[in-house]
């Protein structure tokens, strides 16, 4: 099928919840993608900072020929070998000890908010406005952004929010019965925003002066997209639980929640379960996933590399006045115009560029983290000559 037809299968067969745009992935090798009409693109989006080793990495392909070989599935009703490996590959590379695995995003911290009121015995969450937690009832609750919630009420009753980069709206915010804050290191959806510098360790210490728990969800930020194998480690801070997602799996859906010892214990059993959450193929990818991160010297690549693309960026915003600000870390990117900026994606798209608009007016930049920088000089130059055009 070429791009036309499978867009119109779609409009017909999909619940229509997603503006798309208008190509259909056919395959990938590396940062490099092909639609269904043969039309190549380099790709600075990663399917939303997933495909961390971009398309068809042989080291993922022949894991998951070799796993789907042996053993897909199990059930969390048995152990499998594959799980501990990966619960310790995990407790080795962060500060934690004990990992629950769940699918996605929104399940890590769906689960990350029930072990911080089984801990805490208390019910309220801290969220900021503008973040961005996924899609499930009580996710798009803590989900600073109204439009997301607004037709789907009534929401689950425990969330509070407060400015992201405040932290003494956040402190007053704490009360008697607040169980922890969630927060991102760097809001994703919501612009890649940045907060202002000693932000995350005052929440750090409000959290800690007050008994609270700190969430912190990297599930966009975490496995090297900012240049560090994750943001807690680029700020300084410590949380008390951490969530996961997205890269761990470079395409593999797999996700979860990471917490010490003290914490995770307040989890009995029949407490919290997932039928496939930590399937045999999903951690056997997630490990090697982890591994080629390290052999191919990954995080570092995402630091250099995403140090060379914000330089250029800046250099852009020398020339363009219509550019507000150039933001983020590693390969976690953001160019702010003072307008509204999908037809820059548009035009990117025309000349084989993938890039995506997020927050307000921010054009996101978040490649495979193999991305090179002949590739980054390509893109810059196509994204130069659009911004001259206007
Ligand atoms: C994408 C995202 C989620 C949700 O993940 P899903 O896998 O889509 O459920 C949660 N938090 C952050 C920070 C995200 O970027």
Same mark, same amino acid.
């Given at each position: 099928?070429?791009?036309?037809?499978?867009?119109?299968?779609?409009?017909?067969?999909?619940?229509?919840?997603?503006?798309?745009?208008?190509?259909?992935?056919?395959?990938? $090798?590396? +940062?490099?993608?092909?639609? @269904?009409?043969?039309?190549?693109?380099?790709? &600075? %989006? *990663?399917?939303?900072?997933?495909? !961390?080793?971009?398309?068809?990495?042989?080291?993922?392909?022949?894991?998951?020929?070799?796993?789907?070989?042996?053993?897909?599935?199990?059930?969390?009703?048995?152990?499998?070998?594959?799980?501990? $490996?990966? +619960?310790?590959?995990?407790? @080795?590379?962060?500060?934690?000890?004990?990992? &629950? %695995? *769940?699918?996605?995003?929104?399940? !890590?911290?769906?689960?990350?908010?029930?072990?911080?009121?089984?801990?805490?015995?208390?019910?309220?969450?801290?969220?900021?406005?503008?973040?961005?937690?996924?899609?499930?009832?009580?996710?798009?609750?803590?989900?600073?952004?109204?439009?997301?919630?607004?037709?789907?009420?009534?929401?689950?009753?425990?969330?509070?929010?407060?400015?992201?980069?405040?932290?003494?709206?956040?402190?007053?915010?704490?009360?008697?019965?607040?169980?922890?804050?969630?927060?991102?290191?760097?809001?994703?959806?919501?612009?890649?925003?940045?907060?202002?510098?000693?932000?995350?360790?005052?929440?750090?210490?409000?959290?800690?002066?007050?008994?609270?728990?700190?969430?912190?969800?990297?599930?966009?930020?975490?496995?090297?997209?900012?240049?560090?194998?994750?943001?807690?480690?680029?700020?300084?801070?410590?949380?008390?639980?951490?969530?996961?997602?997205?890269?761990?799996?470079?395409?593999?859906?797999?996700?979860?929640?990471?917490?010490?010892?003290?914490?995770?214990?307040?989890?009995?059993?029949?407490?919290?379960?997932?039928?496939?959450?930590?399937?045999?193929?999903?951690?056997?990818?997630?490990?090697?996933?982890?591994?080629?991160?390290?052999?191919?010297?990954?995080?570092?690549?995402?630091?250099?590399?995403?140090?060379?693309?914000?330089?250029?960026?800046?250099?852009?915003?020398?020339?363009?006045?219509?550019?507000?600000?150039?933001?983020?870390?590693?390969?976690?990117?953001?160019?702010?115009?003072?307008?509204?900026?999908?037809?820059?994606?548009?035009?990117?798209?025309?000349?084989?560029?993938?890039?995506?608009?997020?927050?307000?007016?921010?054009?996101?930049?978040?490649?495979?983290?193999?991305?090179?920088?002949?590739?980054?000089?390509?893109?810059?130059?196509?994204?130069?000559?659009?911004?001259?055009?206007?």
């Amino acid at each position: 099928m070429n791009n036309k037809e499978i867009i119109d299968l779609d409009s017909k067969y999909i619940m229509q919840t997603y503006g798309r745009q208008p190509i259909a992935i056919s395959h990938g $090798k590396g +940062a490099v993608i092909w639609d @269904e009409d043969g039309n190549e693109y380099l790709d &600075f %989006f *990663a399917g939303i900072a997933v495909n !961390a080793l971009g398309q068809s990495h042989p080291k993922v392909t022949e894991t998951i020929q070799k796993q789907a070989g042996k053993l897909i599935h199990a059930s969390n009703v048995y152990f499998t070998e594959e799980q501990v $490996k990966l +619960a310790k590959k995990l407790a @080795e590379i962060t500060i934690f000890n004990k990992v &629950f %695995f *769940a699918n996605s995003g929104a399940e !890590a911290n769906e689960g990350a908010i029930k072990l911080a009121r089984k801990y805490t015995g208390r019910g309220e969450i801290i969220a900021t406005n503008n973040s961005f937690h996924g899609r499930t009832l009580v996710t798009v609750t803590a989900t600073g952004q109204e439009k997301y919630k607004k037709p789907f009420k009534p929401l689950p009753s425990g969330f509070k929010h407060v400015d992201f980069g405040d932290s003494e709206a956040l402190a007053n915010a704490i009360g008697d019965d607040t169980a922890a804050v969630i927060l991102e290191a760097i809001q994703g959806e919501g612009g890649v925003i940045v907060p202002p510098k000693n932000y995350l360790k005052e929440v750090e210490a409000i959290c800690r002066e007050n008994n609270v728990l700190l969430i912190l969800d990297e599930v966009q930020t975490g496995f090297g997209r900012c240049g560090e194998m994750f943001a807690y480690e680029l700020f300084g801070i410590k949380p008390d639980i951490m969530t996961i997602a997205k890269a761990l799996g470079s395409g593999y859906p797999i996700g979860g929640l990471l917490a010490c010892d003290e914490v995770a214990s307040a989890f009995d059993y029949g407490d919290h379960g997932s039928t496939f959450g930590g399937n045999p193929l999903g951690c056997a990818v997630a490990m090697t996933v982890i591994e080629t991160m390290k052999d191919e010297k990954l995080v570092e690549n995402s630091k250099t590399v995403g140090k060379y693309l914000k330089d250029k960026f800046i250099d852009l915003k020398e020339k363009y006045d219509f550019i507000k600000d150039v933001r983020g870390y590693g390969l976690f990117l953001a160019i702010e115009l003072n307008m509204e900026c999908n037809f820059v994606v548009d035009k990117m798209r025309e000349k084989g560029f993938l890039i995506n608009a997020t927050g307000k007016n921010a054009l996101r930049f978040a490649p495979p983290l193999i991305i090179t920088k002949e590739q980054v000089d390509k893109m810059v130059i196509a994204l130069d000559e659009v911004f001259s055009d206007f």
